[in-house]
């Protein structure tokens, strides 16, 4: 979340050597940020010599790699040069790591363990890129939800964390957005909250489990 506890004490000056207590390479290239759970960093990166897409596992204490798994091969798709094809930020509920990429024309999520095996991959739906993917994939309840603004036929998916199933699919009118969806806790309900170009929509949660309405 980027915030520290007042007793954290964090540093605030860094230096090629200041407060620096590891640095370790990170082959391919990406724009994600990093996300950590307990002694874990999990990270996205993509080749685009040999088109590849994988998920990335380092050791929070020292930095080494733990495991790199490769996700996706081939179907990389036209993005802006200053983008990169691995820029959605991985999420992690302590049992799967959940990262979402575009290829072959459509928008991809998968779940991968704390070991970098494959649970379950799933095709969300079609994807037409006009200068690539940033959405981050977010967590609420049992699902795992995803934008995916693009010119056209925008839409907001949710995916069950267990089966990979794509329990809904709703169609967004005011698409052209490259920000994640929130779902902040508001007066007394659960809101899915997602910017689109020159708005921000409201999506009422019905449940955490399996439906959203617009609001």
Known sequence: SGIAHASANPPTTWSPDENVVWRTPVNGRGHSSPTVWGDHIFLTTADEGDESLSVLCFDAVDGRLRWQREVHRGGFMHM????????????????????????????????????????????????????GYGSSPVLFGPLVILAADQPGSSFLAAVHRGTGEIVWRVARETGGSYATPVVPHVDVHDRLLMCGHGTVDRYETVDSSLALKRN
């Not at 799967?96 to 991968?112: E, I, P, S």
Request: charged share 15%; proline share 2%; glycine share 6%.
């Open 80 to 131: 802006h040069a200053k983008n990169s094809h691995a820029s959605a930020t991985v999420a992690c509920d302590g049992e799967f790591v959940y990262a979402a990429f575009m290829v072959y024309d459509a928008l991809w999520l998968t779940a991968l363990d704390f070991d970098g095996e494959i649970a379950w991959q799933t095709e969300v739906g079609p994807f037409r890129s006009q200068h």
